[in-house]
């Protein structure tokens, strides 16, 4: 399959009003992941799919709703609405003028992030969710059960735990990046890394490197192999594993269909020019590989 790729007048378009460039984007990530949407935080490998010029990236749609329906379809979206009514609800009872007023912070809110990223920033959405709470609370008199105090001390622990984990996988991470210089150092931080955040690919990437400068070739596939079967939406390791074979094995056979892979996640990549050098050397019939 040959790929046409472009940069097109959209391109002009999308740095004119690139908002509206990544609602449109999000929405298609949404059309075709319409119950469970395409993950959270997936809205970077959405914007790599579906934009129209190299220079639009983007993490983030600028549209926290929007953001909701493409990551987490459907399902999610419903959930928030629930969230919400339950908060309205409790909000409505309120007879207080100065809890009404307090209470303007979550419209506020809501606009805002129909234009902005809202939903990134702690410092932001603590304080509207706690004057939420506050609001729609009801005064009881009732004694809180130990057993539902206890679940909810554990719940906030796991929370704790599972964000502290990523932070230091994500140190682990960047710690055996530098350290490849020496790559026993390098393979020994990777493994630290992965047993923290066990869903990464950079450490796994990091190995693969090690393992490659020590001549341990295949090794170093069976890593990059790692990485695609862990995250295959993920374009970039597409693109590792088809460099590697290209220029590190010299395979072009193998590598084009992982640069194939490559250039369908990420159509205005310039490193696509990878894949028409694999599919020139095929085409010529004489690789043996």
Known sequence: RRHTRYISV???????????????QAWKGFDAH???????GTFAVTNLRYRTSYLDQAIEPHNVPVQFLSETGIVGAALVLLTVACFHG?????????????GLALPAFALHALVDIDWDFVALCVPVFLIAGMLAATPSRRRVPGAALL????????????????????????????????????????KTARSFNPLAVDPILTQAVAAWSGGQIALARDYYLDAVRLQPHDADVWYQLGWFDLHVRKCPRAALPELDRFTALDPQNRNNVEYD?????????????
């Open 34 to 40: 319409p119950i469970g949407g395409t993950g959270a």
């Open 10 to 24: 959209t391109g002009v378009q999308t740095c004119a009003l690139p908002i509206y460039a990544w609602w449109t």
């Open 90 to 102: 409790g909000i409505r009872a309120k007879r207080d003028g100065a809890k009404l007023a307090l």
């Open 151 to 190: 679940a909810g001390a554990g719940a906030l622990t796991l929370v704790v735990l599972s964000s502290f984990s990523v932070w230091l996988g994500d140190r682990y991470a960047a710690r055996a990046s530098e350290a490849l210089g020496t790559p026993v150092h390098a393979v020994a931080l990777a």
């Open 277 to 289: 050098a694999a599919l020139k050397l095929v085409n010529s019939g004489l690789p043996r590989c």
